[in-house]
DNA sequence: GCTTTCGGACCATCAATTTG
DNA sequence: AAATTGATGGTCCGAAAGCC
């Protein structure tokens, strides 16, 4: 082992190793080298490691320190590899006829060298890069394509197969894995261009120059900072040790990146913007997130397009499409939406994202990040589906890939054989493992399978026990136990994986409320409906301590993902039906303080504001008159006031009326409702709820007319 | 003349391999 | 187990190009 004594031969002296390790450190407990900064290094010029450095404080940009990028395993080619691949250069120069003194002599059996003319020799065609993105001409399209070119393109695909079936059958591959991968590679290269079927235009037909859409190199780090501050914590899909490395190299040199890694790179700089505050937006970018957002959209969707993302089982392209279509949520029907997502998961299933079994054929690092992403997608798919009123879901016990491991991104590396020992319990990755459990514990029980798999029996197929409804207490108390007990209130992540998981197991157990007892003569029962409410009032209180917090300023796009509308719905329900119950005044008062945490980022003029402050307002008229009767005074809430407030400011025509057409089965597609304020289905048809039979006309005859939106019934 | 870019010399680190 | 090897990661000098 080379010495880190001061005494290097032929070394600069910029270069000793007090630079890199302080004096007076003991080198058996030196620190980690000392890295220079992200500009620094890409600029090649020494960093004198200050926050900010002395270089980027002069060029007034900002300082980003770098991570040290995990080491590869190093590879040694195999003896046997070596001669193989001795042995295929020696083919090819025979095939083209050059004179070579060969290492080994070939015998008439060689398997190698098929004579030509054979079918299996290579057919040699000039000028065989058609297939080449960027070479493709307008006479080229398949469509178009000349009879000699169709032959050509025949001869090709009949080599590559009998090339497959040569090479596969040589190692340990089976028939099927062979004959599966020989079809694929010819359906590749029959079908050059299909991209078309979803983003719209052929994958060499950029509208505009993609490169021309990337932002300056030192805005790509900050954005990849901003993605690491307020996305990636949530979602840990990105490999941070080895993506930033690959980041530093790409945005040196655009022209040459893979379009897989085009497109992540889009992905991440549209998540980093989606995050960001308009103020916030402005302040760093000097534009608005309505000129960026769709510039870096524009950009992932071509390089998507690029790397042919729809047949591609490349896990950057699959990533690059998750976040891109998170990215695009707000501005998205649920309904479009969750089309699309249904492509990506089958994308997913194809890579074998969803089984443990092909999982264990990758690299521990792939595998894991691999796990992770399949759950980001059912996640985000099954919340989507909620939203779109989707009566299907793609959370089912029909697939096997396991929870996501807590541990750090530092714990794995690429060249890992072995899978990483599980960490304590706040890694990284907390905030996914937890609400990957959470829709795991979900995915078995009966009131899930009840609604969304009724022919699927989980203790059949997976050997697991269906979870009765008690087991939501087991289950919440072992989550808050084995994760949430050792969580710091005052860290971000810990804070949004506390009352994340909190308020959704409030949702959880309203909706197995709704199951167990739809139908039921105790669904009306006084103590089934106060349990009820103080499920739905749980979810206001989880939802409002994210809105607030400052912690979560960074996370808010995820928390505006979850707005939990069916607490609202239950809760009005209740209070229309028992407006002078003792729960009544707690849960006017806890609607009050979520609903001051939703008006500051709501609009007045929003049709689904519209539709929730119409739905409150009838419920206080109904407590008002109620009070009225007994005499008793009662304090109008801050909430009423202010809808009161605000409605004065509208116009009659764009606000009355609109809600009352909405309060009656109202025309709302979910492509007009902001996102902000998506409504939560919970995973519900609604109509076998009996929401309303039991509330209907309680204390007032006009509540007949009071129906849910369409989406809901 | 100042700044930026980047080829490449040099050093550090550490897994794989060899040696004793 | 220690020593050695060699692949890989990292720093930053200094020549050349770019810019004002």
């Known amino acids: 082992m080379s010495s880190s004594s001061a005494s290097l031969p032929g070394g600069r002296p910029a270069l000793a190793p007090a630079t890199y390790f302080p004096p007076g450190e003991e080198i058996m407990l030196r620190p980690r080298r000392q890295l220079a900064c992200v500009r620094c290094q890409q600029r090649k010029v020494k960093c004198d490691h200050k926050d900010p450095c002395a270089t980027c404080a002069k060029a007034g940009v900002p300082c980003v320190a770098s991570n040290q990028v995990q080491r590869r395993r190093k590879r040694r080619l195999p003896e046997r590899e070596l001669l193989d691949r001795i042995r295929n250069y020696e083919d090819l120069l025979t095939q083209h006829n050059i004179k070579f003194e060969p290492l080994h002599p070939r015998g008439p059996e060689s398997s190698v060298s098929a004579p030509k003319g054979s079918p299996d020799s290579h057919v040699e065609e000039p000028c065989e890069s058609d297939d080449e993105p960027g070479t493709t001409t307008a006479s080229s399209h398949a469509g178009t394509s000349s009879p000699r070119r169709r032959v050509r393109a025949a001869k090709q695909m009949l080599h590559t ?42 994958w060499h037909q950029t509208i505009v120059d993609i490169h021309t859409l990337h932002p300056q190199p030192f805005q790509i780090f900050q ?70 957002l769709p510039r870096f959209q524009l950009g992932c969707q071509q390089a998507l397009l690029n790397s042919r993302f729809m047949r591609s089982t490349n896990r950057d392209c699959l990533t690059a499409l998750c976040l891109y279509l998170i990215s695009v949520r707000p501005t998205t029907a649920p309904q479009s939406l969750s089309s699309i997502l249904g492509t990506a998961i089958r994308i997913a299933q194809r890579m074998g994202l969803h089984s443990e079994a092909t999982l264990a054929k990758a690299s521990p690092l792939e595998a894991e990040m691999g796990r992770r ?43 890992m054989k072995e899978s990483p020992q599980v960490q304590g319990k706040l890694t990284d990755v907390i905030f996914a493992v937890c609400r990957s459990e959470l829709a795991d514990f979900v995915r078995y029980t ?35 136990e084995k994760y949430l007990k050792f969580c710091d209130p005052e860290n971000a992540i810990h804070f949004m994986t506390i009352w994340t998981t909190r308020g959704n197991i409030a949702k959880y157990r309203l909706v197995e409320h709704h199951f167990r007892y739809s139908g039921s003569s105790l669904h009306h029962a006084e103590t089934q409906r106060d349990a009820a409410l103080s499920y739905a009032l749980r979810m206001l209180e989880c939802n409002t301590k994210l809105m607030t917090s400052p912690l979560t300023k960074g996370f808010i796009w995820m928390v505006h993902c979850y707005f939990p509308f069916i607490a609202y719905i239950q809760i009005i329900q209740h209070l229309k039906w028992r407006p002078k119950s003792a729960q009544a005044t707690d849960a006017w008062k806890i609607m009050n303080d979520n609903y001051h945490a939703l008006i500051e980022v709501l609009s007045v003029t929003d049709s689904f504001f519209g539709l929730l402050t119409n739905m409150i307002l009838q419920a206080w008229e109904v407590r008002e008159s109620a009070y009225k009767q007994s005499g008793y005074p009662l304090e109008t809430p801050l909430l009423v006031s202010s809808i009161r407030q605000s409605r004065e400011l509208l116009i009659p025509e764009e606000c009355g009326n609109s809600i009352k057409q909405s309060g009656s089965a109202p025309e709302i597609g979910y492509s007009d409702v902001p996102a902000y304020y998506d409504i939560d289905m919970d995973h519900l048809d609604w109509s076998a709820m009996d929401w309303d039979l039991g509330y209907k006309g309680a204390n007032d005859p006009k509540h007949d007319e009071q129906q849910l939106p369409n989406a809901l019934q």
């Not at 497959?164 to 040589?170: A, I, P, V």
């Not at 062979?178 to 029959?190: N, S, T």
């Not at 009123?389 to 794995?412: E, F, G, K, Q, Y």
């Open 161 to 202: 197969m009998n090339q497959e079936f040569r090479d596969r059958t040589d190692g340990d591959s089976s028939d099927d894995e062979v004959r599966g991968v020989v079809f694929k590679r010819a359906w590749d290269q029959e079908i050059a261009d299909d991209a078309h079927l979803l983003f719209g235009f052929g």
């Open 373 to 415: 992403l399949w759950w980001s997608l059912i996640l985000f798919d099954t919340r989507i589906g909620e939203m779109a009123d989707l009566h299907a879901t793609a959370l089912l016990p029909t697939w096997d890939c396991r929870v996501p491991l807590t541990i750090n991104d530092s714990d794995i590396r690429e060249e």
């Open 223 to 292: 954005l990849w900072q901003v993605y690491l501050d307020n996305v990636d914590p949530l979602l840990k899909i990105t490999h941070t040790h080895s993506l930033q490395k690959r980041l530093i190299a790409a945005a040196t040199n655009l022209m040459t990146i893979t379009p897989e890694l085009e497109a992540l790179m889009f992905g991440i700089y549209c998540m980093a913007i989606s995050s960001l505050t308009e103020n916030e937006c402005r302040a760093m970018f000097a534009s608005s997130k309505v000129d960026l």
């Open 446 to 480: 009966k009131f899930h399978l009840g609604f969304f798999g009724p022919g699927l029996r989980p203790s059949a197929t997976t050997g697991q026990e269906v979870p009765q409804g008690s087991e939501i207490d087991t289950f919440h108390k072992m989550m808050e």
